[in-house]
């Protein structure tokens, strides 16, 4: 999966990219509030984000849902012949419920991250998968302890090291949607329209949607709402997937010591998989070049106390498929 390198046009584009990755206007114009703050037309502001969206600096207007709230998601890995890799990957990139899917650097190659509306509909995919695939079987490494999960960039403050801005951890159990709650959630995960009035397009009134997203937000269900930037795009072009094999009673202090760093993009705890996996820390850190991640990376280990546990570093090879989690069917028209 290629994509060409987009640069930022103006300041603008800048403000626009860097200013609303998260708290977008829960109003009836949102893109006139983001105007008013802006000091430009609302019309402009419409224009530059169709256009950011069109040339690949955003994927969408949308939130980003915690995992396993509204349905159930996780990490899982092949060991494939190197000589199968683009087939077996090709294979499981066409399943609507895998979002991101990359080579890394490991004898288990190709990591892939799926979401379904259900754990047993997660469980079919990992088990058709391993059986077509013939490549032993799925490495599952489902979340157990969540410290940081946003991948929203700071890129103002990128170059001081820390281009990663916290997130708030809230304990969320899952919850059962109703049939308008779940057309509600197939729009935001696909993107709002970049239109006057966007939230009239989720079947029910603009104010009871308000409501409902602001609730969502409350409660957990939503880490955030606002512009997703495709940070390859833009120029984060390495990452590597850091874990390490940390004492069970000291696992939690190590992942919040990473999250408060502001250095790792994404930080969590999964279970191991022993014998052939004994990690149970996990961190993605991203930046311009290999060089710049491995030095990231080493200054975070430093800085949050790391270097004396067993880690190992999976630089990404390749990117195979990149999107949102998808946990319902988007409905059948979309405007602008």
């Known amino acids: 999966m290629n994509a060409a390198r987009v640069s930022i046009q103006s ?97 288990y190659n190709l990591w892939f991250v799926a979401a379904a509306p259900s754990v047993e509909r997660l469980n079919a995919v990992f088990a058709e998968i391993e059986e077509v695939c013939e490549s032993g079987p799925v490495l599952v490494l489902p979340m157990v302890e969540e410290y940081h999960i946003d991948l929203g960039f700071d890129f103002a403050a990128y170059d001081a090291g820390k281009g990663v801005r916290p997130s708030r951890v809230v304990r969320c159990p899952p919850v059962t949607l109703d049939e308008t709650e779940q057309r509600v959630v197939a729009v935001l995960q696909e993107g709002l329209p970049i239109v006057e009035r966007p939230f009239s397009c989720l079947g029910l009134s603009e104010k009871d949607a308000i409501d409902l997203i602001g609730r969502w937000l409350d409660d957990g269900l939503l880490k955030r709402m606002g512009v997703i930037v495709r940070h390859h795009e833009l120029g984060y072009t390495a990452n590597a997937m850091t874990v390490w094999n940390v004492p069970d009673h000291e696992v939690s202090e190590a992942g919040r010591r990473i999250a408060e760093s502001g250095r790792a993009t994404l930080c969590y705890r999964r279970d191991r998989r022993l014998p052939d996996w004994p990690y149970n820390l996990f961190c993605m850190i991203h930046g311009k070049d290999r060089e710049d991640v491995q030095a990231r990376i080493d200054a975070l280990s430093a800085e949050c106390g790391l270097d004396a546990w067993p880690r190992h570093v999976l630089f990404s090879c390749r990117r195979f498929k990149q999107r949102g989690a998808h946990y319902a069917s988007m409905p059948e028209t979309r405007h602008g």
């Open 11 to 107: 300041p603008l584009d800048l403000e626009l990219l860097n200013g609303f990755q998260r708290d977008f206007p829960l109003q009836p114009r949102p893109f006139a509030a983001m105007a008013d703050k802006l000091g430009v037309d609302e019309s402009l502001v419409i224009e530059r984000l169709r256009t950011l969206r069109d040339n690949g600096a955003i994927s969408r207007i949308g939130a980003v849902f915690r995992p396993n709230v509204i349905g159930a998601s996780a990490l899982a890995a092949l060991a494939v012949a190197p000589e199968r890799l683009e087939c077996v990957a090709s294979f499981v990139s066409a399943f609507a419920e895998v979002n991101h899917n990359y080579e890394r650097e490991h004898r």
